[in-house]
């Protein structure tokens, strides 16, 4: 994995690098996040708790923000919410998936509950993203990220 730059290690992580060191001499490389919200105490909530999970993460408080972010490093999952300024989630998903085709992230959009039961058809045309109905426990995601990262059929990530 390629090295973060120092503007993005000052501005959105505690970590030094991709990778720390295991127990056993090796190297455990961290999965990467880019959370996406308008709301920054969410963003810092989510962080600090995907980041006691094994997480790395690294936050955008718009659209704009994330896709230079995705442009300038390799994420492997995309969390963001349905009220991101300047880009909406759609617009966003879209953007994410015309840059990297079938290597696209993992995009979770976590929609207000009051939208729609159905997903839109938009989430459903586009490979590698999932639609989350708020209130979303923290545990959950966790939940769904292990199962995601554990999956044998996911053999890029």
């Known amino acids: 994995m390629a090295s973060r730059s120092s503007a993005v290690l000052s501005e959105n992580s505690d970590c030094s690098g991709t990778e720390q060191p295991s127990g056993q001499g090796n190297t455990l490389v961290?999965?990467?996040?880019?959370?996406?919200?308008?709301?920054?105490?969410?963003?810092?909530?989510?962080k600090l708790n995907l980041g006691r999970n094994d997480y790395e993460v690294d936050t955008a408080l718009n659209g704009e923000t994330a896709l230079r972010l995705l442009r300038e490093q390799r994420y492997d999952v995309l969390i963001t919410g349905s009220d991101v300024p300047h880009i909406d989630e759609h617009q966003l998903c879209?953007?994410?998936?015309?840059?990297?085709?079938?290597?696209?992230?993992?995009?979770?959009?976590?929609?207000?509950?009051?939208?729609?039961?159905?997903?839109?058809?938009?989430?459903?045309k586009l490979p590698n993203v999932e639609r989350l109905v708020k209130p979303v426990s923290l545990r959950w995601i966790v939940a769904r990220l292990n199962a995601y990262f554990n999956d044998p059929g996911n053999t890029d990530r």
């Open 30 to 46: 961290m999965k990467r996040i880019l959370l996406v919200d308008a709301q920054a105490h969410v963003l810092r909530v989510m």
């Open 94 to 124: 879209r953007k994410v998936h015309n840059m990297f085709a079938s290597n696209a992230p993992l995009m979770l959009v976590i929609a207000d509950c009051d939208s729609e039961l159905e997903a839109p058809a938009w989430i459903e």
